[in-house]
């Protein structure tokens, strides 16, 4: 196995001991009992990446969908943008596997190899190394599944159709879950900030890959992933749609946080029900 990626931000956007992170995943994810409900895992989920304190509650409103798929899904794809390092088109990391507080969690090696012919997907251990977007999804991850692999994409300056690529090849079946990391506007007062991420929801719901980054910080791989969303007639639905404002922060600069999860179901490529729960 190649070199460990370490956990970077354990201890600074969520618990940096097993116990206290066990804790309080659990407590997260208690209070969105009720929203695990569905029969069926969703294929693809958008979460947000702050830190526990203000973006876990909602986070887990759409990690508890994946209580149906918990010995099904056997690997993730996970695509956050880039916060501290430049890059041109999506990353991979160096690493043969991430660590957290809970565990070592393996790239998909294989997974990999299908993206090698790829010329917007690289290889970058900087981008990786500090990254917060796609590792605070991983204690999520690894409370809800029980075993898997995962296929981390850092994506900085690339299409929506460059990311939509990556991921038809990545589909697979219900063995595959899609993990779309980002937050949403940031730093407007409270009431705008509800106005611009609610705007923000309905078109994320209508399937509308023409996010920009005031909207969601990690609107490239979003707009991809939308993309490949209305291709494959995926249905979506609103979990939850907050602010820092309503969480743990004053309400005079907020960050917006939005869970959704999106099922298969689809005749013909056209979905066969209407987005659910719109703001």
Known sequence: MRDIRPAAVAGQFYPGSPAALSGELGTFLGAAAGAD???????ALVVPHAGYVYAGGVAAKAYARLAAGRDTIRRVVLLGPTHRVAVRGLALPAAGAFATPLGVVEIDAEAVALLRDLPQVT???????????????????QRMLAQFTLVPLAVGMASADDVAAVLDRLWGGPETLIVVSTDL?????????????RSTAQRILALTPTLDHDEACGATPLNGFLVCARRRGLVPELLDLRNSGDTAGDRSRVVGYA????EESCVDGAPTASPRNPP
């Open 37 to 43: 409900a569905g029969a069926t895992a969703p294929k």
């Open 123 to 141: 290889e970058n251990a900087a981008a990786h190394a500090q990254e917060h977007s796609l590792e605070v999804q991983l204690p999520f991850l």
């Open 185 to 197: 506007s940031h730093y407007h007062g409270y009431a705008d900030a509800q106005r611009i991420d």
């Open 259 to 262: 869970a959704f999860a999106f």
